[in-house]
């Protein structure tokens, strides 16, 4: 499931959606920036914040987060890339940059 | 695409794992956001929408001084548990005194530490939805009300999964909480061994945090190395904790509501030969007793005064049919 399959995630992710001109991640401060990407993940449909969690902070396998989800190794790869594209969209929506630009703006300050 | 994810894997590192609020916490955070959404979706969509985020940031945060400062600010003993069965002996030695027997219905506050001896075992409710069990040879400090601290033996945790109750498990090699759950938590040797049957928790150590979900067997060191193994939710080492389960009282309980409790407390599931059996492990209402019967013979017992048996299934299943299928 992605954002634009729930109407109300994309409705809470645009209430929090800040104009381009306010430039949102130059007001936050670097734990701030942090909660806000952990809300985020919260916030994903399905368990795609786990996943993530699992895959990238855990360094889980594809086969281990297949075995948690109870499912294949081929439909884990696929949760995983939905998980991905979710969390990017969900992080644009919210802030307005790409994973790379957040990341950049938190090594920066 | 490769370099997308190689920013996500990074932006994860940086901001690290979720940290689990407690469900009263996640309700009034969520509250608090939702109240703000609502609030800027009524405002025009402009510049107060950024600032709105800042107040719903800053509403988290004021929720979150507040239950820190409730959770550390409160010294004085506060009754947080009351013993619910006892096979055995039970001591309680508050702080800075001797110790003394516990009996069934009396109450444990914070600064208490409680022990069983190696013929003993113990169960409390703690809260309104932990059932918390002490294996043999377990000793265990009530720090507050979300807190206990593990020196010896086992603790078995049963948190009702719908808007569980927050308790923090430490010991010398990292913390665990829980998400509405069933797990264990054993010390062996300077060694935590986290089971979990049901659920997910958060364990925290030396090295950060990471999560276990159900069928996990996590054990960690006090040098923060984590080793996962598995365990199945009927395995016969949760025994202990069902065998020390409180006294279900069944009467008028439908057949049904015993049946689900059976199955929670041997980590099975309730399967129905028919449509039929179930109507009738639904209408059907219990009287008696099973006072002293583990959830297993109980079952047998309850089963053989009514119109519906056990039929042959795998281990994690109770299938129920009535006699006459």
């Known amino acids: 499931m992605l954002i634009d399959d729930s109407p109300e995630l994309r409705a809470a992710l645009e209430a929090v959606e800040a104009p381009a001109s306010d430039d949102p991640l130059q007001g936050y401060g670097n734990a701030e920036t942090r909660r806000l990407i952990q809300s985020v993940l919260d916030r994903l449909p399905a368990r795609y914040g786990d996943v993530l969690e699992w895959k990238y902070i855990e360094g889980r396998s594809v086969e281990e987060i297949g075995e948690l989800l109870g499912i294949g190794q081929v439909a884990a790869q696929s949760v995983l890339a939905r998980a991905r594209t979710s969390f990017r969209e969900a992080l644009e929506t919210v802030f307005g940059s790409t994973a790379q630009d957040i990341l950049g703006t938190l090594r920066g300050k | 695409m490769k370099g997308d994810d190689t920013s996500i894997e990074e932006l994860l590192l940086q901001v690290g794992a979720r940290d689990e609020p407690s469900a009263e916490m996640t309700l009034e955070v969520q509250a608090a956001v939702h109240a703000e959404w609502q609030s800027m979706l009524r405002a025009r969509r402009t510049r107060r929408q950024f600032i709105a985020v800042g107040i719903a940031a800053s509403a988290v945060l004021a929720v979150g001084v507040a239950f820190f400062g409730a959770r550390y600010m409160a010294p004085s003993p506060v009754q947080v548990a009351q013993i619910t069965r006892i096979d055995g002996h039970l001591l309680v030695r508050p702080q800075g005194q001797t110790a003394r027997e ?150 008028d309980h439908t057949l049904a509501v015993f049946l689900e409790w059976v199955a929670r407390e041997t980590g099975r599931k309730v399967v129905y030969a028919s449509s039929a059996a179930q109507s009738a492990a639904n209408g059907l209402k219990l009287r008696g007793s099973i006072v002293g019967l583990d959830p297993d013979t109980a079952l047998n017992a309850v089963l053989s005064t009514t119109q519906l048996h056990r039929y042959q299934t795998k281990d994690e299943l109770i299938g129920i049919a009535l006699t006459s299928d």
Do not use: C
């Open chain 2, 102 to 251: 516990l009996a069934v219905a009396q109450s444990v506050s914070t600064g208490e530490t409680i022990q069983t001896d190696d013929r003993s075992r113990a169960a409390l409710q703690f809260g309104d939805q932990v059932s918390l069990r002490l294996d043999q040879g377990t000793i265990v400090k009530v720090a507050s009300a979300d807190e206990l601290v593990l020196t010896a033996g086992a603790l078995y945790i049963d948190s009702q999964a719908q808007n569980p109750q927050a308790l923090t498990v430490r010991t010398d090699a990292g913390s665990v909480r829980h998400v509405g759950t069933q797990y264990e938590v054993r010390t062996h040797a300077d060694d935590m061994v986290v089971s979990v049957r049901e659920g997910r928790v958060m364990i925290a150590n030396a090295a950060g945090t990471s999560s276990g979900v159900a069928g996990e067997e996590i054990r960690v060191t006090p040098r923060g190395e984590i080793v996962r193994g598995t365990v199945a939710a009927h395995d016969p080492r949760w025994q202990w904790a069902a065998s020390t389960a409180p006294q279900f009282d069944i009467n």
